[in-house]
């Protein structure tokens, strides 16, 4: 009876991964093809000067409409991407699609905001990256202080010396670098002073959970001390209310982002977005929403 039972989950269990698998197949057909007919976009979540209420800038963040089959979230495709290697094509796009869209508009909104964006760890351990970037600011005439790229504890002690020594090339360019997901990984608070970064960002797990756990809170106030002792700038992603906001300008945190502001914009929603915005009126009514 038990072998049975045994067998049929077995059964059950194999068709289900078969199943599974299946399914990654297409997805990553269909990923191969997106990447041919140029299928991604791009949207920009704002970020916020908790001081002042002034625009920052904002974060590019890809899409995917999945062959019109309903938006996958970069969580699922992005790590497809990057076991198959597809990521190198499609971060390159995303470098130069961002820069494009931006250059018409973020200097007119403001010659101090950034433009972020994602680099996956393959990325990052390219040869060509910096002149890469080197080449797209000429092409786009953004000043390299405007451009700010996101990576995480995970791909800077991936190789230690490499990460240096890329981390010193990006800053003689005037690019920024920011470190994702900050307090998720495993950080190395040894190396993270040899580091030569701008911004920490402080993971949304953290955010959410620290106006009802004091530890989540500890966390929270700690990267904040941490990034403001070595001079970095400090961003709080993933704010959602007013009460969590008020803690963060409490704590002294420099920037938030979340959808309390709002979610990732379309290039025209972003492009019209205030440049101050109204406490009182929070969420901001998008444009053309
Ligand atoms: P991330 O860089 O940490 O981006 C923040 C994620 O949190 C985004 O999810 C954003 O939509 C979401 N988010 C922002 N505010 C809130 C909020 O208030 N509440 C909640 N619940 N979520 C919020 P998204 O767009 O799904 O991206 C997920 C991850 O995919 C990103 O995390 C980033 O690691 C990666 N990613 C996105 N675009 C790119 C890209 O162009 N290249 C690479 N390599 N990775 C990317
Ligand atoms: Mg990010
Ligand atoms: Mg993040
Ligand atoms: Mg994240």
């Not at 909104?109 to 390219?126: H, K, R, Y």
């Not at 949304?204 to 700038?233: C, H, K, Q, W």
């Not at 309390?260 to 019209?272: E, I, M």
Request: net charge negative; proline share 4%.
């Amino acid at each position: 009876e038990a072998k049975r039972a045994g067998r049929q989950q077995f059964r059950f269990f194999s068709r289900e991964m078969n199943g599974r698998a299946h399914a990654r197949l297409i997805m990553e057909e269909n990923l191969r093809s997106a990447i041919d007919r140029n299928d991604f976009g791009l949207v920009y979540q704002p970020q916020i000067q908790l001081d002042t209420g002034r625009l920052r800038g904002f974060e590019a963040l890809l899409r995917w409409d999945g062959n019109g089959s309903g938006q996958v979230m970069p969580g699922v495709f992005i790590p497809l991407l990057e076991e198959t290697r597809l990521i190198n094509r499609v971060g390159e796009w995303v470098m130069r699609e961002s820069l494009s869209q931006c250059q018409e508009w973020l200097p007119r909104l403001g010659d101090d905001l950034v433009l972020s964006i994602n680099v996956s760890p393959i990325q990052f351990a390219m040869a060509g990256l910096v002149d890469a970037l080197s080449r797209l600011l000429d092409d786009y005439r953004l000043k390299p202080s405007q451009l700010e790229l996101e990576v995480t504890e995970g791909t800077l002690m991936q190789d230690l010396d490499h990460s240096c020594e890329k981390l010193s090339n990006l800053r003689k360019l005037g690019v920024r670098v920011a470190i994702d997901d900050f307090g998720t990984g495993y950080s190395s608070l040894a190396y993270l002073r040899h580091f030569e970064l701008d911004t920490l960002k402080i993971d949304r797990l953290f955010v959410s959970n620290m106006l009802d756990s004091p530890r989540d809170a500890a966390v929270v106030s700690t990267i904040i001390d941490l990034g403001r002792n070595l001079g970095l700038e400090v961003i709080a992603e993933g704010v959602e209310t007013m009460a969590q906001r008020d803690w963060l300008i409490a704590h002294d945190c420099h920037v938030m982002q979340g959808f309390l502001v709002a979610p990732g914009l379309s290039c025209d929603q972003a492009k019209n977005f205030p440049s101050q915005i109204d406490w009182s009126r929070l969420p901001v009514a998008v444009p053309g929403d």
